[in-house]
Structure formats: structure tokens, C-alpha cells
């Protein structure tokens, strides 16, 4: 009976591919609805999307049973009218890309209709909603797999408006983003978030201690920077240092500590009295040789950081 029905509806759209075809959809209701959309659109590039989230009949969140389609391109009726002669065919009342796309704020509505809310609740006011970037800027709603939800292919997508995350995360020292095991969402909701730069954490270290968690203290001694901001001393998408480090031994520490520090000067042995050895805090300047506990210490004489 059902198959019936939508060999008219196939018929109808092939033969008149307008307002009969518009007749049928609407007399005849649920997935015809698809259908009719399909009559024209077979590209399987447009069909991937009956492979989807989006197209499972039994979700009735979906609508894929009653909208299909329209549930995201909207009623489009114009569009399935067959132009008068001479005339173009009307756009599709949401048009997601290309040269016909519709305004910002309604292809963002098109989506937000379902899915405000959880993840997406401070969308509004966003980065990314302020500078006018909608969700089909990241999410492809028409192929089987959606390359931003997958860790292996997401920052590529990220990466077209990022430039500078890109030649970041090339560096010897990296977050294995590029290696497929971390995402950039692991540490920004791209949605928007309370937290600065879009960060999951409401600070910078509330998402740093969300893996590093023993970074976290209390410790018996601790460093005031560590606990202040992690990005003091490191950068978190990429650098030429070892372990991530903005700027190498001494000059980061000598950002905040005196280069007039034991060690810190040159070891230039002309200035030294004769028979006397550099100041042995002096080795290889590298301050982590002794301090090696930056981030704290829970030892008992640990309130130099050396153990
Ligand atoms: C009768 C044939 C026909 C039907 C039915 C039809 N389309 Fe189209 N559609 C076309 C043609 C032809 C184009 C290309 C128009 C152009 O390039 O100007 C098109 C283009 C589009 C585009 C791209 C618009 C653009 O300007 O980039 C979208 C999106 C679209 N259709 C969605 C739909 C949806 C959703 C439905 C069902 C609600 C639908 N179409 C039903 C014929 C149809
Ligand atoms: C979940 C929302 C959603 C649904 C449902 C949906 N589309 Fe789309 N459609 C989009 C988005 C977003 C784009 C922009 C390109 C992309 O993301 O792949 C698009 C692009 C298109 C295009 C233009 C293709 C191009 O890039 O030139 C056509 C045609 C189209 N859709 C037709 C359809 C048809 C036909 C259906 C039903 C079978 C449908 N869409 C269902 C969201 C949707
Ligand atoms: C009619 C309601 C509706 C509309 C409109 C809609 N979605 Fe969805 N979407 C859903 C439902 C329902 C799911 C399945 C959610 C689940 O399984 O928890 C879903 C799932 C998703 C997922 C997860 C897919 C996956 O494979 O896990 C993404 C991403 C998504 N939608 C993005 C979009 C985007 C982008 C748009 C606009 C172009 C859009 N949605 C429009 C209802 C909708
Ligand atoms: C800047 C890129 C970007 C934009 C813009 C974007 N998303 Fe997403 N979206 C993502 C990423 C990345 C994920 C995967 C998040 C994760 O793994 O935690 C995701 C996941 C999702 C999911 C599935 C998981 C969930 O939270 O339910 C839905 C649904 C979704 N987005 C809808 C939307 C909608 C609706 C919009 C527009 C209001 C939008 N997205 C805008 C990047 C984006
Ligand atoms: C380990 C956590 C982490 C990962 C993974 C991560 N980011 Fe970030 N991102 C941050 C932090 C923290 C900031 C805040 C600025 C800072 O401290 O340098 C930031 C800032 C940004 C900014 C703002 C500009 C700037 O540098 O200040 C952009 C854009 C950005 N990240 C994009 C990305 C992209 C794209 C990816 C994936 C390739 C990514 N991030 C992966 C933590 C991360
Ligand atoms: C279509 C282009 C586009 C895509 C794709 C995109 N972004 Fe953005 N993003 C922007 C723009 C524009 C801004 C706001 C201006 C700025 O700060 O650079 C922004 C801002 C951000 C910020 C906040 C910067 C700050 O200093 O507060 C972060 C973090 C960010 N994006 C991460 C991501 C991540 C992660 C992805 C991929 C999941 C992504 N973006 C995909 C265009 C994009
Ligand atoms: C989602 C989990 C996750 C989050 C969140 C996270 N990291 Fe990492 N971090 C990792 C992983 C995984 C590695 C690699 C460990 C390895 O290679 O053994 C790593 C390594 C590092 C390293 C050592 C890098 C090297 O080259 O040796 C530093 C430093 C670091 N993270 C700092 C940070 C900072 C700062 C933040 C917050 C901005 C942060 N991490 C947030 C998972 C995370
Ligand atoms: C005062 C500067 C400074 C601050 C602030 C700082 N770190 Fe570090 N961090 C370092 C130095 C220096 C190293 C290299 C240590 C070494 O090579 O022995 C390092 C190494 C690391 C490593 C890799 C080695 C290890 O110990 O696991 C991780 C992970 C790390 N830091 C995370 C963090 C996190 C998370 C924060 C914020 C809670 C933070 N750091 C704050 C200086 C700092
Ligand atoms: C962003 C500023 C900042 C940076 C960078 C920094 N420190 Fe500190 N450090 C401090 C502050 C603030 C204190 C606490 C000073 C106090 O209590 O008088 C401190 C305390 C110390 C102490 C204990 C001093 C004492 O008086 O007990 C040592 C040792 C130390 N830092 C070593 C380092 C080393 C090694 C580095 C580089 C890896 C470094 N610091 C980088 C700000 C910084
Ligand atoms: C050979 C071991 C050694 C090296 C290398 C070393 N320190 Fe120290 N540092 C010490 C010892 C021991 C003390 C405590 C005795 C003292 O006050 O002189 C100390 C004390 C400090 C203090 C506490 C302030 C003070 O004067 O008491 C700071 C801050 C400090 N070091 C920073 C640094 C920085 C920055 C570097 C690298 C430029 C560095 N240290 C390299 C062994 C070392």
C-alpha cells in the first residue's frame, strides 16, 4: 500500500517535477515528504544524509518520518514549483552554503530548533556566534560520518579558519591532536562555554587539571604561578621548547625571578678570582637541574622546589 503510494509520489515528481508533485506531497504525508525531495535530488553527495542521525524513522526527535528534508531546509514549496518560463527556480527557504546561502542567523536557527540547550547553551554571545560562524561551518550534515565528531579528522576542519593552530600543533612539542589521539574539543566547547577562549574549564587550569589532574595540589609547597594560570609558562597548542615550555631555562623563570639570582650569571671565568671555580648554580644555567619540583613539592624540605 505504502509502496503504492510512493511510486505515484515518484511519478508525479518526474513527470511534472512542480505543483503536482507539491499536491501529492502534501495529500499523501509522512516520508513522501523525502521523497519528493528526492525526486530530483538523487546525488548520492545529497542522499548521505538518509545514512544519518538525522534520518532514523524510529526518533521521532528526528522527524524524519513527518519533515525529512524540510526539517532543516524548511517547507520550500516555492522551490518545488516548477518556474514560470524564463524564471529561476526559487531557492529552498534555508540554504546552507554556496551563493544562494540564506542569512547567518536563520541557517543557525535551522539547527538550534532541535538542538539548543546542553552542550550549546551559551551559544548565543559566543566567539564563534559573534563572528558570525553557524554550525554548518564545522558540522556536514549530508555524509555518513561527520568529520568534526571523529578526533583523526576534526582539527583539519578547525584548521581552515586556524591557521595558527595549524603550524602550532607541527612543533616537536605538541598535545598528540595531530597524532589523533586528542581533540581541540577535549579543551574548547567549540558552542561557546563560560570559561575564557572558549575552554571547557571555567579558567585556564580548571581544564588543564581535567587531565593533569596532579598538578592540582594542595602542596605543602607550592609555586604561586602554578596555581595561578599553567599558560605562564606554557603554551598549549605547540612550541620548538621540550614540554610545551613558552620560552626555554632561564630566561622563563628569569621572567618573574631576578637574573641577579646565584646562578644566573655568565659563567664568564675571567671575572672570577684566580683559583676559583663559576658559581656551581651556574651549571648549564639550568635551573630545573636543581629546582626540578617547578610545580611544587610535597617534601618536607622542599620549599626550594629541589625535591
Ligand atoms: C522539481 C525538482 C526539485 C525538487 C522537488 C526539489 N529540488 Fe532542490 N533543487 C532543484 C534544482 C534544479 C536545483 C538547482 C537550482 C540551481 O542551481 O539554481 C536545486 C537546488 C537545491 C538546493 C541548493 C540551493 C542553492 O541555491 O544552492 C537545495 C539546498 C535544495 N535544492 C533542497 C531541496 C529540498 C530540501 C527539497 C525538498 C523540500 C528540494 N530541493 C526539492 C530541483 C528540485
Ligand atoms: C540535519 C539538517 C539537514 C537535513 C535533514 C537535510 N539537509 Fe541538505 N543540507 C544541510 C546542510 C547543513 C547543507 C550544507 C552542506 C553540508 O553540510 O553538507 C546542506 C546542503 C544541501 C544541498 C546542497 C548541496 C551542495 O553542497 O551543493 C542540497 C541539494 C540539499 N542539502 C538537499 C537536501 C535534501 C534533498 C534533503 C533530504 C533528503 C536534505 N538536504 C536534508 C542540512 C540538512
Ligand atoms: C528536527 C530536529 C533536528 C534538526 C532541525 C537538526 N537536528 Fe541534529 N539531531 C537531531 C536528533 C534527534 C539527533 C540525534 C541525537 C541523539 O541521538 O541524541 C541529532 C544529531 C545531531 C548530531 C550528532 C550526530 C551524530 O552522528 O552523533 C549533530 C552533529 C547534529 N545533529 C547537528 C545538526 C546540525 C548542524 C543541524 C542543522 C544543519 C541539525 N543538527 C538540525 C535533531 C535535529
Ligand atoms: C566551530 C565548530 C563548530 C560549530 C560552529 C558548531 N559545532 Fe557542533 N560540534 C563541534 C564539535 C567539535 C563537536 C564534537 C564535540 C565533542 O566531541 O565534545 C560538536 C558536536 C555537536 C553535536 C553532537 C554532540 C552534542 O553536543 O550533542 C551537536 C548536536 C552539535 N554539535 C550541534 C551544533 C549546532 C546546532 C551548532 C550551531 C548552533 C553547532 N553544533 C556549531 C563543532 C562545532
Ligand atoms: C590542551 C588543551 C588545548 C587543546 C588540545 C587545544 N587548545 Fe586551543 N587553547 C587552549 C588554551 C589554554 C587557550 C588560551 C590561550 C593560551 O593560553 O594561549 C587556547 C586558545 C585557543 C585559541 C585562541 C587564540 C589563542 O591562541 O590564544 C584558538 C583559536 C584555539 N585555541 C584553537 C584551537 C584549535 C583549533 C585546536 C585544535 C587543533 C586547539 N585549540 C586545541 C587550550 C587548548
Ligand atoms: C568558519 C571559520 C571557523 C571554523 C571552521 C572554526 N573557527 Fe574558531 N573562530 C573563528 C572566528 C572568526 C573566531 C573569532 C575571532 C577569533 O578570535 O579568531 C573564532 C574563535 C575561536 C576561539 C576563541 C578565540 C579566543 O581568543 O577567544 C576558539 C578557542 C576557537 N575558535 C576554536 C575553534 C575550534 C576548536 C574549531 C574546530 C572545532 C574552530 N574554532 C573552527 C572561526 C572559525
Ligand atoms: C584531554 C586531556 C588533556 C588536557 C585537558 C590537557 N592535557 Fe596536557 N597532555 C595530555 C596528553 C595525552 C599529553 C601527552 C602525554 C604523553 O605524551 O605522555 C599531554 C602532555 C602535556 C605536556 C607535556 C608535553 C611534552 O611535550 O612533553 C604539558 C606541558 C601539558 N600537557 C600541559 C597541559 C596544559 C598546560 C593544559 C591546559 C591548558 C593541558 N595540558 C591540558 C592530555 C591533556
Ligand atoms: C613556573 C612555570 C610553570 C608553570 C606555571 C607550570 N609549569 Fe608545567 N612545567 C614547567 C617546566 C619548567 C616543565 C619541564 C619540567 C622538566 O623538564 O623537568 C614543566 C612540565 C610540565 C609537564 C610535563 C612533565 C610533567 O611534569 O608531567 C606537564 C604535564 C605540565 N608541566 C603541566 C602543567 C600544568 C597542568 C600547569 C598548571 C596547573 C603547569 N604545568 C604550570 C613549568 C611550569
Ligand atoms: C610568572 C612568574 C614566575 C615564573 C615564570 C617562575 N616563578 Fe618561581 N616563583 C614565583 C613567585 C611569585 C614565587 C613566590 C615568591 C615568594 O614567595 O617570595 C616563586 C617562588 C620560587 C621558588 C621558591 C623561592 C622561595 O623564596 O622560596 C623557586 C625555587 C622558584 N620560584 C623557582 C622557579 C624556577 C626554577 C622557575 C623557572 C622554571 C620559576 N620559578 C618561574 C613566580 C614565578
Ligand atoms: C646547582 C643548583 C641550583 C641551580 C642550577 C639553581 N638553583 Fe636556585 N637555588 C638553589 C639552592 C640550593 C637555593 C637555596 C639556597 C640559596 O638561597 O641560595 C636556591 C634558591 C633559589 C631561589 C630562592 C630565592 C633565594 O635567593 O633564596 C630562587 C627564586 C631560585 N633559586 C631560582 C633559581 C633559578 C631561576 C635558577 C635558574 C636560572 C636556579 N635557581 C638555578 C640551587 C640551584
Not at 538518509?50 to 522551490?79: F, I, N, P, W, Y
Not at 605538541?174 to 566547547?189: A, I, L, R, Y
Request: with cysteine; hydrophobic share 30%; aromatic share 2%.
Amino acid at each position: 500500500m505504502l509502496s503504492m503510494r510512493f511510486v505515484v509520489a515518484l511519478f508525479l515528481g518526474l513527470a511534472a517535477c512542480g505543483a503536482a508533485a507539491q499536491e501529492g506531497a502534501r495529500s499523501l504525508g509522512t516520508s513522501t515528504e523525502i521523497k519528493s525531495c528526492l525526486n530530483c535530488h538523487d546525488d548520492p553527495k545529497v542522499t548521505g544524509v538518509l545514512h544519518t542521525a538525522h534520518s532514523v524513522k524510529g526518533d521521532e526527535r528526528t522527524k524524519a518520518g513527518s519533515e525529512g528534508c524540510q526539517s532543516c531546509h524548511g517547507e520550500s514549496q516555492a522551490h518545488m514549483t516548477k518556474p514560470a518560463e524564463g524564471q529561476l527556480r526559487a531557492a529552498p527557504e534555508v540554504v546552507f552554503s554556496g551563493a544562494h546561502a540564506s542569512p547567518v542567523a536563520q541557517r543557525t536557527q535551522a539547527c538550534l530548533g532541535c538542538h539548543e540547550g546542553s552542550a550549546r547553551t551559551h551559544w548565543q554571545g559566543s566567539q564563534h556566534a559573534s563572528a558570525d560562524v553557524t554550525c554548518a561551518n564545522c558540522h556536514s550534515s549530508h555524509v555518513v560520518q561527520d568529520p568534526v565528531l571523529t578526533a583523526t579528522t576534526q582539527a583539519p576542519v578547525c584548521f581552515t579558519c586556524h591557521a595558527e593552530q595549524r603550524a602550532a600543533v607541527l612543533k616537536p612539542s605538541h598535545h598528540p591532536v595531530t597524532e589523533g589521539q586528542m581533540s581541540c574539543s577535549d579543551c574548547h566547547n567549540p558552542h561557546g562555554s563560560v570559561g575564557p577562549h572558549l575552554l571547557v574549564g571555567n579558567t585556564v587550569n580548571e581544564t588543564c587539571y581535567g587531565c593533569h589532574d596532579e598538578k592540582r595540589g594542595p602542596m605543602l609547597w607550592e609555586h604561586p604561578p602554578v596555581q595561578e594560570d599553567c599558560s605562564l609558562c606554557h603554551t598549549p597548542h605547540g612550541s620548538v621548547q621540550a614540554s610545551l615550555l613558552k620560552q626555554r631555562t632561564p630566561y622563563l623563570c628569569q621572567n618573574c625571578h631576578e637574573s641577579s639570582l646565584h646562578n644566573s650569571q655568565p659563567l664568564s671565568g675571567a671575572s672570577l678570582p684566580s683559583g676559583s671555580s663559576p658559581s656551581r648554580m651556574a651549571v648549564l644555567r639550568g635551573c630545573l637541574n636543581c629546582h626540578s619540583q617547578v610545580h611544587g613539592s610535597n617534601h618536607p624540605s622542599g620549599i626550594r622546589f629541589e625535591r
